[in-house]
């Protein structure tokens, strides 16, 4: 069964500083990796998925992750942080693009002005 | 539809009542997903569809809970003789290829 790791619930980053958010994965076939966000009262919007096409996926609003199989490793990174970066992100797995995804607990992300 | 839609927004049941939750995905997604996440956790699977099929319902946390998509679009989640430990976001995604598409969720409380 699939699962992945995110540890350190609670985040916090100064606006401008880099945004580092740590996902580990366990699965027994080839993945598929996701990175969701979650703002508040709203549903889980896609930032990025890799699925086994480059290693470096670039997703939406300036955030990017990098597959590492030899780590089993899927971290988020985004350069700079806005205030807008401030929500939940979950990393989440699949054994195919269109099964069930197994997510982990997420990162709250808190932006310090 | 624009996105996935789901209702009500917001339930409060009173302990023992039962509770019926909806699901509208995007039109012609032939995958629907329904998860619940607790306070403080991310999405726990409970139930998948492919079109009127349900293929998986390893995840469903006890015989009180119940999911159907008669005609292979809408869906409801139904959850009989609630508990307090059933209170959580009840999620709902639709997808078509190798992307979930996510409702805002349904918040129940059990009271």
């Known amino acids: 069964a699939q699962s992945v790791t995110q540890l350190g619930s609670h985040v916090s980053v100064s606006e401008g500083a880099l945004v580092l958010l740590r996902c580990n994965y366990s699965s027994s076939v080839p993945p598929y990796l996701f990175w969701y966000v979650q703002y508040p009262n709203q549903g889980l919007q896609l930032l990025l998925k890799y699925t086994s096409a480059a290693t470096l996926v670039k997703g939406i609003n300036g955030f990017e992750a990098e597959f590492k199989k030899s780590e089993t490793s899927f971290h988020l990174t985004k350069p700079s942080a806005h205030m807008s970066d401030a929500a939940e992100y979950f990393c989440a797995v699949s054994d195919d693009g269109n099964n069930r995804l197994a997510f982990g607990k997420g990162n709250q992300v808190v932006v310090i002005p | 539809g624009a996105g996935v839609s789901q209702s009500p927004r917001y339930k409060v049941a009173k302990r023992g009542q039962d509770v019926a939750l909806r699901c509208d995905p995007i039109?012609?997604?032939?995958?629907l997903f329904w998860y619940q996440q607790a306070l403080g956790q991310g999405p726990e699977f409970l139930t998948y569809f492919q079109n009127e099929a349900q293929l998986d319902k390893s995840g469903l946390p006890s015989d009180r809970f119940f999911a159907e998509r008669p005609e292979g679009s809408v869906s409801t989640l139904k959850i009989q003789r609630t508990q307090q430990e059933d209170s959580a976001v009840y999620l709902c995604?639709?997808?078509?290829?190798?992307?979930?598409?996510f409702g805002q969720g349904t918040r129940l409380t059990v009271v």
């Open positions: 995604a639709s997808s078509l290829a190798a992307e979930a598409f």
């Open positions: 039109s012609g997604h032939v995958s």
